[in-house]
T-cell receptor, first 112, second 111 residues
Framework: DAGVIQSPRHEVTEMGQEVTLRCKPI?????LFWYRQTMMRGLELLIY????????DSGMPEDRFSAKMPNASFSTLKIQPSEPRDSAVYFC??????????FGNGTRLTVT | EDKVVQSPLSLVVHEGDTVTLNCSYE??????LLWYKQEKKAPTFLFML????IEKKSGRLSSILDKKELSSILNITATQTGDSAIYLC???????????FGTGTRLKVLA
């Protein structure tokens, strides 16, 4: 089991650019979550999917953020246009039914 | 609004000390509470608690849930420098299985 795989590990971009973060969940897991972590706010839930369908996107900060899950093995989180306040570590996590969440190693995003 | 609050925010102890970390929750349709340890990268799972009063143990770590008080504690005995990390707790809702995390307790264990 390779675990939850996220890419890229680090992303540095300039304000206004589009950023796409990618996630491959653990095979067989039917829930996928996107979180953002900062020192000030801790781990914030952005959006989560069940069987590829978005269930709750109330944590998505604004229209600049969008997430998709076209199939059971892939999800993207896109920020367009990016802003310096989007700088954070973005985690993807997956789980099966009532089992614990498994996290990827995160993408550290820096927007200058 | 669902929320999870952890205390203390940070803690510095010496090797060999015992520490108790606290987590209180207000979660609609509460299902379970989980503890995670986060070192440099991804949070890793420690415990899942669903029943009140039943202690879960793993080595020097133990945890218990109190549904009456809407709280949980994580105990670490005989701390080691390797225990230095952020400890996160999360409340999980029934039905939607939504995880709500606290901001964590940052523990530093000095040699």
């Amino acid at each position: 089991d390779a675990g939850v795989i996220q890419s890229p590990r680090h992303e540095v971009t300039e304000m206004g650019q589009e950023v796409t973060l990618r996630c491959k969940p653990i095979s067989g897991h039917d829930y996928l979550f996107w979180y953002r972590q900062t020192m000030m706010r801790g781990l914030e839930l952005l959006i989560y999917f069940n069987n590829n369908v978005p269930i709750d996107d109330s944590g998505m900060p604004e229209d600049r953020f969008s997430a998709k899950m076209p199939n059971a093995s892939f999800s993207t989180l896109k920020i367009q246009p990016s802003e310096p306040r989007d700088s954070a570590v973005y985690f993807c996590a997956s789980r099966e039914s009532d089992s614990p969440l498994h996290f990827g190693n995160g993408t550290r995003l820096t927007v200058t | 609004e669902d929320k999870v609050v952890q205390s203390p925010l940070s803690l510095v102890v010496h090797e060999g000390d015992t520490v108790t970390l606290n987590c209180s929750y207000e979660v609609t349709n509460f299902r379970s509470l989980l503890w995670y340890k986060q070192e440099k990268k991804a949070p890793t799972f420690l415990f899942m608690l669903t029943s009140s009063g039943i202690e879960k143990k793993s080595g020097r770590l133990s945890s218990i849930l109190d549904k009456k008080e809407l709280s949980s504690i994580l105990n670490i005995t005989a701390t080691q420098t390797g225990d230095s990390a952020i400890y996160l707790c999360a409340g999980v809702t029934s039905g939607t299985y939504k995880y709500i995390f606290g901001t964590g307790t940052r523990l530093k264990v000095l040699a």
